[in-house]
């Protein structure tokens, strides 16, 4: 059988994207508008309110904000099956630990907070890493590159 009639595609983008894509596209995605949405509200306090340092709390807003776009591109790269979006997708889910693990040292409201953040990016790394995201992205393992002549 030629090329010509082979029915399956021999490209990731001839194939659906797979469920699990979509999902850490989502999680990913979530996390940036969450960081948007932080940003923004810090902002607000610290130009508005009463905050102890008004210049650490706007500092901090615009940070948060900045932070959001390694994210949220990773997120439109995942949805467009971009090979690159997945190391910053990863990236995003390993800096998440830590600060899940701080909120959940609190002794406050921030403790839910940390349980759903460590859950989110828990299940990211695990969609992320799947073989069936993999193939999708066109990412191929070491030893599978393609021979070259």
């Known amino acids: 059988m030629s090329a010509e009639q082979n029915p399956t595609p021999e490209t990731p983008e001839a194939e659906p994207r797979p469920a699990r894509l979509t999902a850490a596209a989502a999680l990913a995605g979530l996390e940036g508008l969450a960081l948007v949405a932080g940003g923004v509200w810090m902002l607000v306090l610290g130009l508005t309110g009463s905050p102890d340092d008004r210049r650490g709390a706007v500092t901090g807003g615009i940070t948060l904000i900045v932070l959001a776009l390694l994210p949220l591109l990773a997120a ?26 701080n909120l959940l040292q609190a002794d406050s409201v921030a403790i839910p907070a940390g349980i759903v953040l460590a859950v989110v990016a828990v299940a990211a790394l695990v969609l992320l890493v799947n073989p069936a995201t993999t193939r999708a992205l066109g990412i191929r393992g070491p030893g599978n590159a393609p021979d070259q002549k």
Request: avoid cysteine.
């Open 76 to 101: 439109r790269g995942l949805l467009l099956r971009r090979g690159w979006s997945r190391g910053p997708a990863v990236i995003t889910q390993v800096l998440a630990l830590p600060v899940a693990y």
